[in-house]
C-alpha cells in the first residue's frame, strides 16, 4: 500500500508541474468511477461538462486497478461521480487521498454520490465471508435496474448544479429529457 501511495503521489507531481499557472477550464471537469455514471453525466452537464470514467465497461468495480494516471485526473477534477453504498471501496479511497483535492471528499461539493436517494436492498444482517463477498451498506449494483436510473439522474443533476449554479437550469432541462426517454424505455 505504501509503495502504491508513493507511485501515485509521484505521478500527481508530473503534471502540477507541467500545468499553466491560473489555467481554468470553461467546463466542469467530472470524473465518474464507471463508464455508465460517465455517460448519464454526458447526457446532462451536456456542452458544460468533461467527463472521464476511471473504470472500463470490462471491469469489475470492485477491483478497478489502481493506474497512476488517475491521480492527476482527480487532482483536477471539479466533480467524481460514483455508484456509493461502497461500491468503489478497494480503489476510490486511496486515490482520493492521493490525489489531494478537498472539493471530492465526502460530504463536499464535489463529491456525488448517486445512491443518495436509492433505498438500500439486500442489506445483510450477518456480516461473514461464508458466502462470499457481502456489501455491508446493501446491494451497489442498483444501477443495473434501468427505474434507479431517475435516482441516479436526480443525484448528477444536483451535484452539477452545486457546482455550476449558473447552469443548474440547463443541468435540470436536460435531467428532465433523459428521465423521460428513460421512462419511455421502461414502457415499451
Known amino acids: 500500500m505504501n ?35 460517465a455517460d448519464v453525466t454526458k447526457q446532462i452537464g451536456g456542452d458544460y461538462v468533461e467527463v472521464d470514467s476511471l473504470a472500463k465497461g470490462t471491469e469489475d468495480v470492485h477491483a478497478v486497478p489502481q493506474r497512476p494516471s488517475f491521480v492527476p485526473r482527480l487532482h483536477r477534477a471539479d466533480g467524481v461521480v460514483l455508484l456509493g453504498f461502497e461500491a468503489e471501496h478497494a480503489f476510490l479511497p486511496a486515490l482520493l487521498d492521493v490525489a489531494q483535492n478537498p472539493k471530492l471528499l465526502r460530504g463536499k461539493i464535489g ?39 431517475v435516482n441516479i439522474a436526480d443525484a448528477i443533476a444536483r451535484g452539477l448544479s452545486r457546482l455550476d449554479p449558473d447552469h443548474a437550469a440547463d443541468f435540470d432541462k436536460n435531467r428532465q429529457a433523459f428521465e423521460k426517454q428513460l421512462q419511455d424505455k421502461i414502457v415499451e
Open 111 to 149: 463529491y456525488i454520490d448517486c445512491s443518495e436517494d436509492v433505498t438500500p436492498v439486500d442489506v445483510p444482517t450477518n456480516l461473514t465471508r461464508a458466502e462470499g463477498e457481502q456489501h455491508p451498506m446493501g446491494n451497489p449494483h442498483y444501477n443495473i435496474d434501468p427505474r434507479k436510473g
Open 3 to 37: 509503495r502504491i501511495k508513493k507511485l501515485l503521489s509521484a505521478a500527481l507531481l508530473i503534471p502540477l508541474v507541467l500545468a499553466p499557472a491560473g489555467a481554468k477550464s470553461a467546463k466542469l471537469r467530472i470524473v465518474s468511477t464507471t463508464p455508465d455514471l
